[in-house]
């Protein structure tokens, strides 16, 4: 009997964690709230469109996420689930407040393997997990990836007096998820022991929002924080051309007095009239990125007063930029193209003088006013947190400097005279799979060392290469994979010195 028990415990080791279909039903698993059934493909499988919360919609709009209605039959997870409410900002406009669904990619190749959480960018105002296809990262990486929708823009981030502990309800959903994952990992072959969390641009601002949220403690043991971080702030027009100066951050009292003016602007007096409201009415409203409200249960602090402090998850953590971040922006720019008024809507007329003379027009105002928001915006307050986690955590900086990156989606916007260079958020496709960003053999073999770092950090908490200190960062280029001074190429030495 003992020897037969015992060929039975070996059989069910070598057949994968339990929930992950194997001989009996490829494809099929079991979660938590009921059955799945996803895609099998050579290589991995993909599992789309599973809920992790209920809809928030009706009396649900503006409320913490509650949990699914479990199911029997099992759901069908061969498509995503729509994209969440969002303006057309990103050319992607959906009315859908039924959205609260992930994906999972696991490997073939079934174990106890890294789960990695990715959180998509967007300014928490626009985008959906599914547009970043993830079967290479989880394939050559051996992990498993999720992929996550949570609430947008006016949904997702609305501090109205009349919601008590309101503001970040986008942050919750993620959590949410996060949550799901811990329940759930195991059945598709992951650890919930080895959670890293990884976002971009407004997906890496909420990964500082986990990193500094008392509610987000232990969900996950390491971070990604893909350009955005905790100390990012800019000026009119830093970020989105036409928008006001902002942060990823809104005070509680800011955050009231703008959904009071939103609510009278609605033709409402309170948040139950607000919640009669059909979606369209608040998509309609365009205002570029959402800032998150601070001064809450998620964030009781602001996320740069935790890391000064060392009051925040210490997790091994990845912050790093892209080589010029802020020619995105200035490729938006229309004709004619004002490089010393852009300066002094962003950063005042004092400060404008100085940044002119240390960043001269030369032949090209565009060039020159990319490089001031990637120094000023982007790289240097990134470095900035790097300094601050590294005092408390294993802390490890890099940057993406393929300046032949594709332009996929951006192709058509860039002007002549203004080379893309490594623009914001061109590293993604290095680690996604995402339709018309064509790597090329050079480029494909850089990825290949991107996604093997990120998920060897992913797996042992050191992607590779020396820890942050004095500005070191790691370089990703075509040229060389090595170690920089991120502090000496972005001049944050000036723009420390101005403020």
């Given at each position: ?9 070996a ?40 809920p ?52 999972v990619?696991?490997?073939s ?26 079967n ?27 919601l008590p ?88 009292d ?60 210490r ?7 892209t080589r010029d971040?802020?020619?995105?922006t ?21 400060k ?15 060039l ?60 993604l496709?290095?680690?996604f ?31 590779g290469?020396?820890r ?7 370089e ?24």
């Amino acid at each position: 009997m003992r020897k037969r028990l015992s060929l039975l415990i070996a059989a069910a080791l070598l057949a994968g964690p339990v929930g992950v279909a194997q001989a009996a039903e490829p494809g099929l698993v079991r979660t938590d709230a009921g059955p799945v059934r996803g895609t099998v493909l050579a290589d991995h499988q993909l599992y789309q469109g599973i809920p992790y919360a209920a809809p928030p919609v009706g009396e649900l709009r503006w409320r913490s996420p509650r949990p699914v209605t479990p199911w029997t039959t099992p759901l069908d997870a061969t498509k995503p689930g729509p994209a969440c409410a969002q303006a057309a900002g990103a050319g992607s406009p959906s009315s859908n407040e039924d959205c609260l669904y992930l994906n999972v990619t696991t490997p073939s190749r079934h174990g106890r393997k890294p789960v990695m959480v990715y959180i998509h960018g967007g300014g928490n105002s626009y985008l959906s997990g599914a547009g970043f296809g993830t079967n290479r990262l989880a394939v050559q990486g051996d992990v498993v990836v999720v992929t996550i929708n949570y609430r947008l823009g006016f949904f997702g981030f609305f501090g109205h007096p009349d919601l008590p502990d309101s503001g970040a309800y986008g942050i919750e959903d993620q959590q949410a998820a996060l949550k799901w994952v811990q329940r759930n990992a195991t059945a598709f072959g992951g650890d919930p022991r080895n959670v890293t969390v990884f976002g971009e641009s407004g997906g890496a601002f909420d990964v500082c929002a986990h990193v500094t949220s008392p509610r987000s403690r232990g969900l996950f043991q390491k971070a990604i924080a893909q350009s955005g971080g905790c100390s990012t702030t800019w000026g009119a027009n830093g970020v989105i051309h036409t928008k006001p100066a902002g942060s990823p951050w809104i005070t509680k009292d800011a955050a009231q007095a703008d959904a009071v003016a939103i609510t009278a602007q609605l033709g409402c007096s309170d948040v139950a009239c607000l919640r009669t409201l059909p979606p369209t009415a608040f998509t309609a409203i365009d205002r570029g990125a959402t800032p998150i409200v601070i001064g809450n249960s998620v964030l009781p602090q602001h996320p740069v007063d935790a890391l000064r402090s060392g009051r925040f998850n210490r997790v091994p953590v990845i912050w790093g930029n892209t080589r010029d971040e802020g020619r995105l922006t200035s490729a938006t720019v229309p004709e004619p193209f004002d490089y010393q008024g852009l300066l002094e809507q962003g950063f005042g007329r004092e400060k404008a003088a100085e940044i002119a003379v240390e960043y001269p027009a030369g032949e090209s105002a565009r060039l020159a006013y990319g490089a001031v928001l990637t120094d000023g915006v982007w790289a240097c307050h990134q470095l900035t947190d790097d300094r601050l986690l590294s005092r408390y955590t294993p802390t490890y900086g890099y940057e993406f400097a393929d300046r032949t990156a594709p332009l996929g989606w951006f192709k058509d916007l860039f002007p002549a005279g203004l080379p893309a260079g490594a623009a914001h958020s061109f590293e993604l496709a290095y680690l996604f799979d995402i339709p018309t960003f064509d790597l090329n053999p050079a480029q494909q073999r850089l990825a290949a060392t991107m996604i093997r770092d990120w998920t060897t950090f992913a797996r042992t908490g050191k992607p590779g290469w020396a820890r942050y200190s004095g500005g070191n960062v790691q370089e990703y280029s075509l040229d060389r994979v090595g170690q920089i001074n991120g502090l000496t190429r972005h001049n944050c030495s000036f723009w420390n010195s101005i403020g």
